[in-house]
Every structure is written in C-alpha cells, then in structure tokens.
C-alpha cells in the first residue's frame, strides 16, 4: 500500500508539474509578413504584417513596426512570400459532421460534383456497396440527382429491391429533403399502402397506392435515426473526416445547422474531451431546444468559443430542386400534371407563428429555413408577429437560404433586423435548371438576391449548406461575384456583388449572424488568431477566386492544417 501511495503521489505531482509548465511557459508569438494582410475590418484596410501572442491578434499594421515587435518578443516569423493572409471562414449556415458521412455512405452525386451519369450507375454503385455489407444492416447512398441522371427520374422502391432485398437500403437526395428506399427500408420505417402522408412531407405511391419509394420533406425523417446515430467508432470516423475536410478549405467556425439531440451531445462530449480541432456553432432543432431550456440536455462545461450553441432551427418548407419548396406562383415546369402546383409548407402558417413565437419569447435566436416566397411570407409573419407580442433588442431571426425572397420581403426583413443567409451557390450547381425547369429565367435571375439585399443595407451571410455540396467558401464568394452555372452561363448577373462584400459573407458577418463578431470574422487586435493562407489574394482576380488555393488554416494561433506541397 505504502508503495502505491508513493506512485499515486509522484503521478498527482508529475500531473501538477505538467500544468504548472503549460501555465508558466510563455505564450508562442508569430508575425506574418510579407503579403497582403486583408484585415476585413471597418475600414477594408489590407496591411502589411499580422501579429499574434497566443491565440489572439495583438496587431495589424505596419511591417517594419511588427517586425521591431517580433524582434524584441522573440516572435516566430512567417514568410508569406506574396501569399495572402485573411480571416478564417465561418461556416453561415451547413451540417456539420455531414461531410464526414462519405466514410459511411456511398458517393451517387453526378457532375460537377461526383461522376454517376445514369441510375444503372448509381444502382452499380450500391450493389457494390451492398456486397461488402453484412445481410441485415444498412446501406446508404448520399448526393443523387434526379435531374442530372439520363433517365431524369428519381430511384424507385423497385430500383433499389433490384439491389438488395437482403438489406434496407436508403439513398438521399442532393437536396436533402426527399430520400428513396427499398421494401425493406419501407417496412423499417412501417409504411404501406394504409399509411397517411404525414404533415409536412408525402410518400409517393404507385398506380395501385402503394408507395413507390420516393418520399418527401417530414416522411424521411425518421431515416435520420440511421444516419446520425452511427456507432461511438463511426462518429469518430466521421467527425476526423469532416474535420480534415473543413480545415482544408480554410473553415474555422463550422456549424450543424440542424442538430438532433444525439448530435449535440456528441458535439458536447467531443468538445469536453479535446476532441474539436475547429470552432462549431450548433443550431438545435425544437426538440434539442427544449431539452436544453429544461436542463434534460445539459451542454455545460464547454468553452463557448469552442461550441455555442446557437439559434434554435424551424424548416418552414423544403428544397425547390426538390419541387417541396413553397412558392407564391407556379413551378415553371410542374412535376406532375395540376399546372399550377406550388409545393407546400413543412409548417402550416398558424403552427409556424406559434412555435417562432414560443421560442422568440424565450429569449431564442431563431433560423427559419424558407426556400420559396410563400414559405418566407410565412415566416416574416410569424417573426413580426413573435416581436410584437415579445419587443426584444438585437434578437436577429436568419431566414435560412432566403432563395426566392422577393423585394417587399428583404424590405421586411430590414425592418426586423432580419439575417437573410444565401445559398448563392445555386446559382453554380442548379442555375440552368433553375432556368429552364423550375423557376424559370425572370425568377432564377432573382434567386439569391445579394445585390438587392445590399441596396437595402442587410448584413447578410452566405453558405454552402454542407454536405449538399461540398464545403468551398471560395467558391462561395466567387459566385457571388460572377453569378455564372456550371455550364458557364450568367444567371442573374444584375444580382453580383463585389469581392469584399461577398468575402464578409463567410467572415465578419457570418461571425455577427452567431453573435460573434466581437471574437472572430476579421484581422483585428483582441481577437481570435483563426487565420487562413491562400495563394494569392481574392481582390486580385475576381473571376479566378474559385481557383485560388487553401495552404495553411490556423486556430487560435496553432497551425492545423498545412496542403501538402
């Protein structure tokens, strides 16, 4: 016992000297210099040199001041060689870890972003993914397109029992909000011919009623219980992919935009054990929201810099590629035969202003996903209806995409104090179809309004809304400022807006839209050293930004990620 006691002391005190160390040691010090410093504060100054003292900035100014600074502070210098230093991007509005799935799931996304033509490729690609599947679990399939598939039709039930019929099998649309499953991930989820549509969502049905697969909006939800309640070694897997991912794109804030009550405990539990190499904003959805309010969720003893939990989520309607996006006019092409469908709400007009309201009166932040201009009409009721019956200073509501909104809407978000976050890269991935098929040319050139948003001073963000497509905030920016399709042709082009804007978009005012600003989004004493180096500076090219590459991401002060050379 004697010599136990004598270990147990030795190690309290090695464990005690260890701290000691950390707390004494003196802080590491850097100056970047030698490249365009693009600060992105009140005044859009590009400087000279950048210096930090642990992890936050203690300057930016003058490269033959900072460097008598580093030089009387033993400061490490970084070289930038003509490469350009800017704040680390804010992720507005994505699901992180959802990239990290593609360690899960197989890839079915079509150009640009995957190479699956056709649906007798994406079914090759989940029998593949099947045969290395035991009989009896899951196979899952990510990122199809419909659209973009020769036949131009969604993977029905029959399609997949042609794959598998030893497994339940799940394929998710690119949107995100409709799903396809075979007969055994039907049964799983306890739907036949007698099962009502739920509210918000639709199973489509064969001739004979029964469901043909395809389902839509609320009726996929419960699939949710398979993809984000993988195993302890799977979200582990998961989480380390999305990482790399985001780091390697410059992201120093990530955010899950939607986050189940299982992910905000993972995100807790991963950020008590050290576990976060980057900065994550949760957003919780309802659920979440009220077992945090009634301390049934406890999300204590993290750092906020580090996880905040954030606005609480509602999803007002669904995605217009999907045809579930809520429109005040017609689709352009409709998907069936009524010429006049507009999709629907998730969220009837009446629920939805109760529930904004209940949460705005809690002192919540609220971000209302609205995709079609039916859905944002409904939801600018509800927020100016929640601040009536509840006045509240600064509460800034997010109107989630924003897509479709209409002049009169961003004239009624500024009156709120509204935050709307773009998803602009539609212009990239969908703008031809947006064109052509679902909104038609006068309303695809208005999609994303960012210029008209900015004539009426809004701080608005803008977002990739990751996993759907992969996380790339220079492309971001560069569609913002170009507004062209993947084919190369201009949508909207009276709607681009210029590269310090659009740059702000996933910095400073993505920090503000978390109500962090006073800590991160740009280059400015006191703040957080999140930092990222690209190899030339956006404001030098405007049409090349989406070329411009990610060398180093750094985190409070610490180097993270370095691309290989």
Do not use: C
């Not at 003196?26 to 590009?46: C, H, I, K, S, Y």
């Amino acid at each position: 016992m004697r010599t136990l006691g004598r270990v147990l002391a030795v190690g309290v005190v090695a464990v005690l000297a260890v701290f000691a160390w950390r707390a004494l040691r003196p802080e590491p010090r850097w100056l970047f210099v030698g490249g365009p410093v693009v600060t992105l504060d009140a005044e859009d100054r590009v400087v000279e040199a950048l210096a930090v003292t642990g992890q936050r900035i203690t300057a930016a100014g003058s490269a033959d001041v900072l460097r008598a600074w580093a030089a009387k502070e033993g400061a490490e210098v970084v070289e930038l060689g003509g490469r350009a230093l800017l704040p680390g991007f804010i992720d507005a509005h994505g699901h992180f870890p959802g990239a990290g799935f593609e360690v899960l799931a197989e890839d079915l996304n079509s150009p640009p972003i995957g190479d699956v033509r056709s649906l007798d490729e994406l079914l090759g690609r989940l029998r593949e993914r099947a045969a290395a599947t035991d009989a009896g679990d899951w196979v899952l399939g990510m990122g199809y397109d419909d659209t973009l598939l020769a036949e131009g039709r969604h993977p029905t039930r029959a399609d997949l029992d042609a794959v598998t019929t030893e497994h339940p099998l799940a394929a998710l649309h690119i949107s995100g909000h409709l799903a396809s499953a075979n007969s055994r991930a039907l049964a799983w989820l306890g739907y036949d011919a007698s099962t009502p549509d739920p509210e918000g969502g639709r199973i489509r049905r064969d001739a004979a009623g029964e469901p043909d697969g395809v389902l839509e909006e609320s009726a996929m939800e419960p699939l949710a219980e398979v993809l984000f309640k993988p195993s302890l070694l799977d979200t582990w897997r998961v989480l380390r992919s999305a990482t790399e991912l985001y780091l390697a794109a410059g992201v120093t804030t990530a955010q899950n935009g939607f986050a189940t009550r299982e992910q905000v405990r993972g995100l807790v539990l991963a950020s008590r054990l050290g576990l976060l190499r980057l900065r994550v904003v949760a957003w919780p959805d309802e659920v979440a929201a009220d077992a945090i309010a009634d301390g049934e969720l406890g999300v204590g003893g993290v750092d906020p810099l580090w996880l905040r939990i954030g606005a609480v989520k509602l999803v007002a309607d669904g995605s217009i590629q999907g045809y579930t996006g809520y429109l005040s006019e017609p689709y352009h092409v409709p998907p069936g035969d009524d010429p006049g469908y507009r999709g629907y709400p998730r969220i009837p007009r009446e629920a939805l202003i109760e529930r904004v309201g209940r949460q705005h009166a809690r002192g919540e932040q609220l971000a209302v996903h609205g995709n079609g201009d039916a859905s944002i009409d409904d939801i600018l009721d509800a927020l100016e209806a929640a601040k009536r019956e509840t006045p509240r200073p600064d509460a800034r509501p997010v109107i989630v995409h924003a897509q479709m909104a209409r002049d009169d809407q961003l004239d009624r978000m500024a009156g709120l104090g509204a935050i709307p976050s773009f998803f602009v890269l539609h212009t990239y991935y969908w703008g031809d179809r947006h064109r052509d098929i679902f909104m038609g040319p006068e309303r695809a050139a208005r999609m994303s309004p960012t210029r008209s948003a900015e004539e009426r001073g809004l701080r608005f963000t803008l977002h990739a809304d990751t996993p759907v497509v992969p996380m790339e905030p220079l492309r971001v920016v560069w569609a913002a400022v170009n507004r062209r399709s993947a084919s190369g042709a201009p949508i909207g082009e009276a709607q681009r807006i210029g590269v310090v804007r659009a740059l702000r978009g996933v910095t400073l005012d993505a920090a503000r839209q978390h109500f962090e600003e006073a800590d991160k989004g740009s280059l400015e004493k006191g703040k957080l050293a999140d930092l990222v180096v690209l190899d030339r500076s956006p404001l030098d090219d405007p049409a090349g930004i989406d070329r411009i590459r990610v060398l180093e991401t750094w985190v409070g002060g610490r180097r993270v990620w370095r691309a290989k050379p």
